[in-house]
């Protein structure tokens, strides 16, 4: 049974990339982990929401995404799909790699925002950095252009 991890971040591209999971795991008879990954708010100046405000962040941030992630995974179940959730909290890459090694993931499918090069340079691309180090292969959709 083939394991695809498909980290999701319930942007545009996350329903494209749980289909192609989806559309993976029924070719190879396996099944799907949705993987989504919590960011801790980053504060970065004195004037910024006090320390328990970011702890009810947080919170609220890990129950929205449970819901996103359940009714993700009861789409893609029907059928018959083995559909597994984690959800995390912490830097998407290191939890993303952690994930794909403890699930012995055999393909990794994550979408691309399609930031520009400029922009992945000085902020960084998730995608990239799973690229880089992945224990697997990593299918990378490319976002899809909106056509008016």
Known sequence: ???ILAPVDFSAPSDQVADTAAAL?????GR?????VVQPPIVTVDYGV?????QEI???SEKAAAKNLERLRDRLATGGLAVETSLVTGAPIPHILKTADE???DFIVMGSHGHTAFYDFLVGSTAHGVLKSAPCPVVVLPRRKHTA
């Open 58 to 60: 947080l919170v609220m």
């Open 25 to 29: 795991a029924r070719v190879h008879q």
């Open 32 to 36: 799907v982990v949705l993987l989504h």
């Open 50 to 54: 006090g320390i328990d405000n970011l």
């Open 103 to 105: 699930q012995k993931a």
């Open 1 to 3: 049974m083939k394991t």
